[in-house]
């Protein structure tokens, strides 16, 4: 008999990170099931198709519970991997950051909902089909969760640090279900949405560039495969050395 394909459910697939985990997936001969704001894209160079995407306001807690049942019959009753990579950063005008002072209310629900509550739900919707099949959990979290950053704003570096903890909640609620929990904390990544000025962040890293959206999709891979059987409820920074 032939080996089962195994399934990934992944948020914030159309760019960047996202992009490149659906590529290394689908090298590995994954199926990959990707939730987006917007319909599936016909001109996207991944595989899947339209079939694959599920079209979900992760804002909306309603939608992001009504989508769990569309997701569900769409899996055969197995979920091998659940990454939660979407995340929004709201800018002041002319890209300014958002610090605690300057960001409304509405503005924090609605970056929390996103980048935290959407991955809470979503883990515990399919918590049987995951538990079925043994599978991972990952996180997308930020260096910004841990230190004040020149861009990212304080709704969004709160969020991720939120998530990082919610890592850890889950890797010990989940953990006896046979369901490993993790996260990975990104720093500085050459994609399509760089603020002004990374480059010169850059400059100071221990590794003097910036990171690759392939690298990250590498460690989201790992995290997900019998490799890292027995690594649960960490956090892996990803940023050439920034932390240091």
Known sequence: MSERQKTLLLTGASRGIGHATVRRFNR????????????????????????????????????VIEKVEMIRDRLDGKLDALVNNAGISPKGPDGARLNTIDTDLKTWG???????????????????????????????????????????????????????ALTREMAHDFGPLGVRVNAIAPGEIETAILSPGTEKLAEKLPLRRLGQPEEVAATIFFLCSSESSYISGTEIEINGGQHV
């Open 110 to 164: 609605h970056v929390f909902h996103v980048n935290f509550f959407s991955s809470v739900v979503l883990a515990r919707g399919l918590k049987e089909e995951l538990a079925a099949a043994k599978g991972a959990v990952v996180n997308v979290t930020s260096i910004a969760g841990n230190e004040v950053h020149p861009f990212a704003g304080a709704a969004y570096a709160t969020s991720k640090a939120a998530l990082k």
């Open 28 to 63: 590995e001969g994954w199926r990959v099931i990707t939730c987006s704001r917007q319909p599936f894209p016909e001109e996207c160079p991944w595989g899947g198709g339209a079939e694959n995407h599920v079209q979900i306001d992760l804002a909306n807690p309603s939608d």
